[in-house]
């Protein structure tokens, strides 16, 4: 294979040209960007999923041209005036240069296989997708928009952050204001399914993320309440291999399927055909 | 009360004038001395020293005040502001959680459904309720007796008291996050009024789990936070004991929470914390639970259950549009 001649040559000269080349996370080894560009940024050799930027998410999910940004220019407030040695703010505005994006959520609508519906996203590269005002408010308004219009929502959840601990308690009552929409959006009957990619943990977790009617997971993302860390450094031993893995929660019965990126689409449309028949 | 005394260097002016009243006390007891003026007026000047001191609490002298084992814990409370508990165990599926006590009593003429995250006094006790850390379990066993709650229109009280829900390895296998967001979800809905009140510690999605609620009050010297000041700190400076710094950051404090629009009332603490006059602390609380409950009883239930929403629903803090509106819960000093 090319590929592999490329590799052998490139390995040799030791440098990765960082424009054509990416190092597997996974496994280490040297691929060839485009090749994981063609596989849905997926390791074709031990199948790590790459984190996808919201854009190449919407790309590998939606219907081409039935997505619609919505509430794009909510932006948020140092409430706090949180000042660490880097201020909230800082941490923001080189947030936004790096993604291009005002928060760490999108939220709009689209179409999957003719099905409309409302879909969210949070983006683990805007301050490790973690929860504030911003992405609070998004969410409760896309449970309220397709709860108004009677649309499914589909949630692709990724944050290491949980809630934003820069804005302190008011991150912590987005837990509760999301679920409350989510609450309203179930009991009028409407459909929810919750994607959880790598990694999505804490407040994020324990709130909208796990409220799912149906729940997927892709492959060996890290899914939990409380961190890695800091659990090892409470019970002071080390965690056994695989702990807070997708796989994990399947074992033990808290998710419905840990479905492969280049599935995903497919199984979101069965799903949604069995789940919503009128809209077919 | 419990026996261990803690040491706070803020309090040292006020142990130092307490230990002196001791003194003269015994003194004048031993060898039958009126010595009564004296002592009057030392207990004078120790006021006068909480007073001040207990003005001008920072951040973190108010985490440790919330974190005092000799303060009144959920168990302090069932005497001095509840009658006639009737203890509910368990959850129905796994077990029966230490860290949350859950049952029927009374107060003030209400029936309510008690569900309070305890602590323990002894160590013996502290070890059965996990430190007050509860495990998925415990919030199960939290919304099983909610739900009981309901099904009779009796009104739910919480106590919230705990440093956070437990990080461990049993916890992440029986899906303390699905759980926490579960309780969340219900609370939302649960149609009969929840009051709740943060007695010590609030520690995060541990705290919230049961405070989903009509009224979120909470004592004066009482904190609720994101994360714990020593979790912010180390994730700041990689130094776990700047901790005090970092509690000034968070905005934990009740009158900062209130600004920020999170809490809804304050109630205060008899001069020098919760801990030097639990009872005149169990009275202030039961007269604030009485008055919340019977506003909460007088409202249709549909009607509480939209206000509820929209109390959750305006919480937060953004900019909107290219006017930039501000769109804010609380007004923050200064605005942001
Ligand atoms: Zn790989």
Redesign the interface.
């Given at each position: 294979m090319a590929f592999e001649k490329i590799k052998k040559f490139i390995s040799r000269k030791k440098q990765i040209p960082g424009d054509l080349w990416t190092q597997c996370p996974g496994c280490s080894k040297t691929l060839f960007k485009r090749e994981v560009e063609d596989r849905k940024k997926v390791c074709p050799d031990c199948q790590y999923h790459f984190t996808l930027t919201p854009l190449e998410r919407i790309d590998q999910l939606l219907d081409p041209g039935s997505w619609t940004e919505l509430?794009a220019?909510?932006?948020?407030?140092?409430?706090?005036?949180?000042?660490?040695?880097v201020s909230y703010l800082k941490k923001l505005a080189s947030a936004m240069k790096e993604t291009g994006q005002k928060d760490a959520c999108l939220v709009g609508t689209g179409k999957i296989e003719g099905h409309e519906l409302v879909f969210g996203q949070t983006d683990s590269r805007f301050m490790m997708g973690s929860m504030?005002?911003?992405v609070?408010?998004k969410v409760?308004r896309g449970f309220e928009l397709a709860t108004e219009k009677k649309l499914p929502l589909v949630f692709v959840s990724g944050s290491g952050g949980g809630?934003?601990?820069f804005?302190?308690?008011?991150?912590?009552?987005?837990?509760?204001?999301t679920?409350?929409?989510?609450?309203?959006h179930?009991?009028a009957g409407g459909l929810f399914i919750s994607i959880l990619t790598n990694p999505t943990m804490?407040?994020v977790?324990?709130?909208?993320?796990?409220?799912g009617d149906v729940i997927l997971a892709e492959p060996r993302a890290l899914?939990?309440?409380?961190?890695p860390r800091?659990?090892e450094q409470?019970?002071k031993q080390s965690?056994?291999k695989g702990?807070?893995t997708s796989e994990?929660?399947l074992a033990?019965?808290?998710i419905d399927r840990v479905v492969d990126r280049s599935c995903l689409r497919v199984e979101l449309a069965k799903l949604l055909d069995y789940l919503v028949p009128c809209s077919a | 009360m419990g026996d261990t005394s803690v040491d706070r260097d803020f309090e040292k002016p006020i142990l130092e004038i307490e230990k002196r009243i001791e003194e003269l006390e015994a003194f004048s007891q031993k060898a039958g001395v009126d010595l009564s003026s004296e002592i009057e007026k030392l207990r004078a000047r120790a006021n006068e020293q909480k007073r001040e001191i207990f003005a001008r609490l920072n951040a973190w002298q108010r985490v440790l005040l919330a974190r005092d084992p000799n303060r009144p814990d959920s168990t302090d409370y069932l005497t001095l502001v509840f009658e006639d508990f009737l203890e509910l165990h368990g959850d129905r599926a796994v077990g029966d959680d230490g860290a949350m006590l859950t049952g029927l009593c009374r107060v003030g003429g209400f029936r309510v459904m008690l569900v309070a995250q305890r602590k323990g006094k002894s160590t013996k006790e502290r070890v059965a309720c996990n430190f007050g850390s509860p495990h998925p379990e415990g919030y199960r066993k939290a919304m099983e007796k909610m739900r009981l709650a309901e099904k009779f229109r009796i009104p739910v009280v919480t106590l919230v008291n705990t440093p956070g829900a437990y990080p461990g390895i049993g916890a992440e296998e029986r899906g303390q996050a699905f759980i926490i967001a579960k309780n969340l979800l219900e609370m939302s809905r649960l149609r009969t009024p929840i009051l709740s009140v943060v007695i010590g510690e609030g520690g995060s999605g541990g705290a919230l789990g049961i405070c989903v609620a009509d009224r979120l009050m909470i004592l004066q010297n009482a904190y609720l936070s994101v994360i714990s000041p020593e979790g912010c700190a180390a994730i700041l400076w990689r130094d776990a004991s700047k901790a005090p710094q970092a509690a000034e950051l968070l905005r934990l404090t009740p009158n900062e929470l209130k600004e920020l629009g999170v809490v809804d009332d304050i109630l205060p603490e008899p001069l020098g914390g919760a801990h030097r006059n639990p009872k005149e602390m169990g009275d202030t609380l039961k007269a604030a639970l009485v008055r919340a409950l019977d506003e909460a009883v007088a409202l249709p239930l549909d009607q509480l259950l939209e206000k509820r929403y929209e109390k959750y629903r305006r919480i937060g803090y953004f900019l909107e549009s290219e006017q930039r509106r501000l769109v804010a819960s609380g007004a923050p000093p200064g605005g942001p």
């Open positions: 509430w220019d909510l932006e948020s407030v140092d409430a706090l005036k949180f000042e660490g040695d504030g005002s911003v609070g408010e409760a809630a934003r601990m804005e302190g308690c008011l991150s912590l009552m987005q837990m509760a204001k679920s409350a929409a989510i609450a309203r179930a009991e804490g407040g977790m324990a709130s909208f993320a796990a409220l899914i939990g309440f409380a961190g800091v659990i409470t019970i965690l056994p702990f807070q994990f929660l033990h019965g808290f | -």
